[in-house]
């Protein structure tokens, strides 16, 4: 008998990190996300964000690859927001995501956490945040991948494709 419990916390922002995801309609957004995840045989612990992000914790079948996962997740949730006009102006999801996972025993904490998005985010930024997490979680700054102010700038003014 084998047994598993892959928790992920998957943290990805609106195309070129824009505020799109207000009070208004953020429960649909999260709603979306969570019945797409389902699709999959995940159990979703929380999703949360605030204006330009979203936080989702949430157990994954090892039978289904994160990347892959993510990649539909994010495409088809901006196909049902623009299909169903939550937002007229909605881009999309920017490319990229980040993803930890946790034991069991940090379950509460995470969840608590991406509840107090709002709060949290009123004091620092998504984008400064992100940055020290991977800081924290060994990833050098001078890597390729790594957000920075001047990468921002450049997406904001280029033409790609829509997640």
Known sequence: MSFHRL????VFSTKYRKPHITDDIERDIYNILYHQLLKYNCFVHR?????DHVHILVEIPPTVAL???IKITKQESSKEIRQRNIRMDWAGWEEG????TYAKSDLETIK????????HHST???LEEYR???TQQGIDPNHPYFPHETSIASSNNSTT???
């Not at 928790?7 to 998957?10: A, G, N, P, R, T």
């Not at 999703?47 to 204006?51: A, D, L, R, S, V």
């Open 97 to 100: 995501y980040g993803a930890f």
């Open 124 to 126: 620092i930024s998504f």
């Open 7 to 10: 928790l992920y916390h998957i």
């Open 47 to 51: 999703i949360g964000g605030h204006t």
């Open 67 to 69: 990347s892959e996962l």
């Open 112 to 119: 608590a956490y991406i509840c107090n998005q709002k709060q």
């Open 132 to 134: 020290d997490w991977l």
């Open 161 to 163: 494709n829509n997640k």
